[in-house]
Nanobody, 126 residues
């Protein structure tokens, strides 16, 4: 079992930055792949980034070059550094976990993940 808690959301102007954190409680955190998804009003949940058990990383095309995912297994935490934010980045950001994913060439669909946090709101607006 894994429990996930996101933090770090807020209101930021276009071009600004935020760092989201996903803190996990439970055993064997280093054996989980952690993903970030987001959902804007009226839209489907979409994958933003994924870091696997091995540290392999994937990004959605819309955020590549602006977002950076990282993990600190000693702290049971995954971070999403978001720079040069755009209004289109607005939404609720969720972290999610899947056990036993050592490597991936893409961000898996949301249905593939076993554990979800409650989400944190990110609003990019002037």
């Amino acid at each position: 079992q894994l429990q996930l808690v996101e933090s770090g959301g807020g209101l930021v102007q276009p071009g600004g930055s935020l760092r989201l954190s996903c803190a996990a409680s439970g055993n064997a955190f280093d054996k989980y792949a952690i993903g970030w998804f987001r959902q804007a009003p009226g839209k489907e949940r979409e994958g933003v980034s994924l870091i696997t058990e091995s540290g392999n990383i994937n990004y959605a095309a819309s955020v590549k070059g602006r977002f950076t995912i990282s993990r600190d297994n000693a702290k049971n935490t995954v971070y999403l550094q978001m720079d040069n934010l755009e209004p289109e980045d607005t939404g609720v950001y969720y972290c999610t976990a899947k056990q036993g994913l050592f490597y991936s060439d893409w961000i898996l669909p949301a249905s593939e993940f076993n554990y979800w946090g409650q989400g944190t709101q990110v609003t990019v607006s002037s």
